[in-house]
């Protein structure tokens, strides 16, 4: 194995670390704690997974957590108007509706109810505008981790060759906003990608986030990129057990690459650390 592995865990701690190291200013000069309500409709048990850990990290940075759970048959009009709560909280700085609603609920007028203040997910359509048109925005947490990985290892990004795969508005869509903004020539591909293999190859950085266990080989790269995997894939181990693989085939590509992040231990950790330092920024722009 020639390639760097990127420590995402460590990187995440020290984010989590920073953050928790700034609330006690916030509250001197506000009186209270940066505050993150998140709200989770149904049982997908990932989620409620997610949300766990979310609580707990929030409970460590030192700031205040509102968790808000509901029947998976919660109808729209009741979760929009717990959003409008949300929204008119004072204590509330960032607002996370955990995603995947159930399907009788319409995410995307869900997500365009939350205060683009509070939206410490960057999903609502006034924050996806502001990083498109470079305004200042909130700007999605996993790619923004992936972005300051990338800042981590390589400095300036300008000039150099970048493919995303994946075109979610979560992952793939942020993510190429962000490298174009470090002056990134960027490519988006995507499942009707004709040659995936022939666009990889040309990338000084690969971001995979499509959500196929393993589906980049080592072949594909060019010698020295760096590889950002953001799959988190749980697949079959044999004798009845699991485990996580990325998008990413790990053992080759790590032959190849210059730099790879591992999962776990990657992209996964940098989410909560960056929803963390969004609602600390949420709430230091809301205080003025
Ligand atoms: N579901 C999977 N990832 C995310 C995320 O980053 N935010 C929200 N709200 N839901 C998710």
Not at 64 to 75: I, N, V
Not at 136 to 145: D, F, K, Q, S, Y
Not at 257 to 268: E, L, M, N, S
Request: proline share 6%.
């Amino acid at each position: 194995m020639s390639a760097a592995i990127i420590d995402g865990k460590a990187f995440a701690a020290a984010l989590r670390a920073r953050v928790a190291a700034a609330v006690p200013g916030f509250a001197a000069a506000t009186g209270r704690v940066p505050g993150l309500a998140v709200v989770l409709v149904g049982e997908d048990p990932a989620s409620a997974v997610y949300v766990k850990s979310k609580g707990k990290m929030t409970a460590e940075a030192g700031m205040a957590g509102f968790e808000h759970r509901l029947p998976a048959e919660t109808s729209q009009a009741d979760l929009l108007a717990l959003v409008d709560r949300l929204n008119a909280d004072g204590a509330v700085d960032g607002i996370l509706v955990q995603l995947p609603l159930p399907k009788h609920i319409d995410e995307a007028a869900v997500i365009a109810r939350i205060d683009p203040a509070k939206d410490v997910d960057g999903f609502t359509p006034v924050n996806a505008g502001r990083l498109a048109t470079g305004l200042e925005a909130m700007v999605p947490c996993t790619p923004l981790g992936c972005l300051m990985l990338l800042k981590d290892r390589l400095g300036s990004l300008a000039g150099l060759d970048a493919v995303v795969i994946g075109r979610s508005n979560i992952v793939g869509k942020p993510m190429a906003q962000l490298l174009l903004g470090e002056s990134c020539t960027v490519t988006i591909a995507h499942s009707r990608t004709r040659d995936l293999a022939d666009v990889v190859r040309r990338a000084d950085i690969v971001v995979a986030a499509v959500g196929r266990p393993n589906m980049v080989p080592g072949d594909w790269l060019k010698p020295g990129a760096t590889v950002i995997d953001v799959g988190i894939n749980r697949v079959d181990a044999g004798e009845g057990k699991t485990r996580l693989v990325g998008d990413v085939d790990f053992a080759s590509a790590a032959q190849v690459a210059g730099a790879i992040t591992p999962v776990p231990g990657g992209v996964g950790p940098m989410t909560i650390a960056v929803l963390l330092r969004n609602t600390l920024v949420a709430a230091h722009r809301r205080a003025g």
